[in-house]
């Protein structure tokens, strides 16, 4: 059974500063996705990352993937309180057989 | 472009009812895939359809059901309602679906469905 573990859960910041989202997932996939999601709203897409070493900014976002550690990252450079929002992985397993396994969600506050 | 579109976007049941919810996907797009969102649990999978054909379907039991018409909008159904289906269900869009290379899955607003 796959399963997605995100770290921190939660993390309070100031602005300005740098921080990493880490995003562990078990077992063996071919594709990572970062989404976005403000209180009562819906998901947003930020990245989808698809091979080894795979690394993409938008912004003061980047987000990189290592499928060998089966871990992806996603880096807030410069904080600004907009950026607030919970952020969440999700993984498609390799045999795309279930659909979008997600991380618990990232609550990400950034305080100015 | 229009985005992906749910309604409704609120609703309140009563335990033992059914319920049915209607998602239209991103003109083109042929994959419609529904997911269950909690506290407790967060996001969860439901089912992916592609082509009016369920592809995927995730752990939940049969009282959750869905359709995909020939025009690619779909519904999922809900029967005997419980207390703990109360959620926020998503419905996602995307060109080719879970199992294709490389495309961005969108999501809708949400339906907020509140069981009493």
């Known amino acids: 059974e796959l399963k997605v573990e995100q770290n921190p859960l939660f993390l309070s910041m100031q602005e300005g500063k740098n921080y990493t989202i880490y995003c562990n997932y078990s077992?063996?996939?071919?594709?990572l996705y970062w989404y976005r999601q403000d209180p009562g709203k819906s998901l947003e897409s930020l990245f989808v990352?698809?091979?080894?070493?795979a690394v993409k900014q938008e912004g003061r976002l980047m987000a990189s993937l290592d499928t060998k550690a089966r871990l992806s990252t996603l880096h807030i450079t410069a904080a600004v309180h907009d950026l607030s929002a919970t952020y969440f992985c999700?993984?498609?397993?390799?045999?795309?057989?279930?659909?979008?396994?997600f991380g618990k969600g990232t609550h990400l506050i950034i305080q100015p | 472009k229009a985005g992906v579109t749910q309604t409704p976007r609120y609703l309140i049941k009563t335990r033992g009812q059914q319920v049915t919810l209607s998602c239209s996907p991103i003109?083109?797009?042929?994959?419609v895939s529904w997911y269950q969102q909690t506290p407790g649990q967060g996001l969860q999978f439901l089912f992916e359809?592609?082509?009016?054909?369920?592809?995927n379907k995730g752990n939940f039991p049969g009282r959750f059901s869905g359709r995909q018409f020939s025009n690619s909008r779909s519904e999922m159904n809900v029967s005997t309602l419980e207390l703990g289906d109360s959620a926020l269900y998503l419905c996602?869009?995307?060109?080719?679906?879970?199992?294709?290379?490389?495309?961005?899955?969108?999501f809708g607003e949400g339906s907020w469905l509140t069981v009493v």
């Open positions: 996602a869009s995307s060109l080719i679906g879970i199992g294709g290379s490389g495309n961005t899955i969108y």
């Open positions: 077992t063996t996939s071919d594709r």
């Open positions: 990352l698809l091979s080894n070493g």
């Open positions: 999700a993984v498609r397993s390799g045999g795309g057989a279930d659909g979008l396994t």
């Open positions: 003109s083109g797009h042929r994959s």
């Open positions: 359809y592609f082509s009016e054909t369920q592809r």
